[in-house]
């Protein structure tokens, strides 16, 4: 080791390697997931449009594109949330692609987030940094999407099967599980569309996951509309209840309303509708109305008409998130459990 550093916690420390479920469990899987939005997800709402619309440019040539950039799209959004210097960035690229390609997007997360944290541990600590540096991202990162990336794939995807195994043959109560827990998640400061995607959640289960992450945020964003207003509406609704963390970790009581609509929206959604997503859109919700394009995209497979489609997305996703929470809102505050202001944002 380099005279400079003095112990190993100092050298990671020079080298920018924090070793924290903050930055592992919480920042990487975030960036995953942002990585997804900007390749696999905005192609799939670009095919979707396409084939509605019948434009073969769209579907037939941007898709594929966008399909087959997830890889390295994923790389680097890691890549730049573990502030990797420029070389490990750019080497990242091909761990990304093959780590995709080799074991799917659980394959290119864990290749991409264990060599960019190699490359970084040799950055610029030799006088050919500009060959180092690369070779030891792209080697590392090859061989952990050839040797580990299918069986993490393999793990994610069979975990995956189960669930939605159960989900078909238990649906009420695996709606409710899926429903709440997937919900949950959306909430946290954790990335609910990257769990869905390295589970390949879809199907029914995949549309339970959509319903809770719908009570999450339709119904924070109504129940907290009186502090909020029109533009925490909006940032709850569309964008994320990710907000509400801070508020919840003061009063955890406020996150009750919509977690137990949650657990209603979710077997309504397998027994009655019988709503199923796509695995991207699966833990997104209404954020961008992407749970409900994945919806469309999913059911329309199925042979469902539109009328039922939309029916179920008006009622599962809009409808009930927002008059459950909002019963469930009105019983805890007449009892003290919440009070004005509990729920206000700094927007």
């Not at 659980?106 to 970084?120: D, M, R, T």
Request: with cysteine; glycine share 12%.
């Amino acid at each position: 080791m380099n005279k400079r550093y003095s112990s190993v916690s100092d050298f990671l420390e020079k080298k920018g390697i924090e070793i924290s479920f903050q930055r592992y469990g919480i920042d990487v899987l975030s960036s995953m997931a942002m990585g997804l939005f900007a390749s696999l997800l905005i192609g799939t709402i670009l095919n979707t449009i396409g084939l509605k619309l019948g434009i073969p440019f769209i579907s037939e040539t941007v898709w594929p594109i966008c399909r087959d950039m997830t890889g390295p799209a994923i790389a680097v959004a890691i890549a730049l949330a573990l502030k990797a210097p420029s070389l490990v960035v750019f080497a990242a690229i091909v761990v990304g692609f093959a780590g995709n390609q080799l074991g799917g997007p659980a394959g290119a997360w864990i290749a991409s987030w264990l060599s960019v944290e190699l490359g970084k541990l040799v950055s610029k600590e030799t006088k050919v940094d500009i060959i180092v540096t690369p070779a030891v991202t792209i080697i590392s990162g090859v061989l952990i999407g050839t040797f580990i990336g299918p069986y993490i794939n393999k793990l994610m995807t069979g975990l995956g099967e189960a669930i939605m195994a159960a989900t078909t043959l238990q649906p009420f109560w695996m709606g409710i599980i899926i429903s709440v827990i997937v919900g949950m998640v959306l909430t946290l400061p954790i990335s609910s569309a990257a769990l869905c995607m390295m589970l390949s959640l879809g199907g029914l289960a995949g549309g339970a996951a959509t319903a809770g992450c719908c009570a999450q945020m339709v119904g924070f964003a109504v129940i907290s509309f009186k502090e909020n207003g029109w533009g925490g509406l909006f940032a709850q609704g569309v964008g994320t209840s990710m907000l509400q963390v801070p508020n919840i970790l003061k009063n955890w009581k406020i996150w009750i309303p919509p977690t137990l609509a949650s657990a209603i929206t979710g077997p309504v959604s397998t027994l009655v509708f019988k709503m199923e997503n796509i695995p991207i859109g699966s833990g997104m919700g209404t954020s961008g109305l992407v749970g409900q394009i994945g919806t469309i995209t999913a059911m329309a497979e199925t042979g469902a008409s539109a009328a039922s489609i939309y029916l179920g997305i008006l009622v599962v996703h809009f409808f009930l998130p927002m008059v459950l929470s909002l019963a469930f809102y009105t019983i805890l505050k007449k009892i003290g459990w919440i009070k004005d202001g509990d729920m206000k944002l700094e927007l």
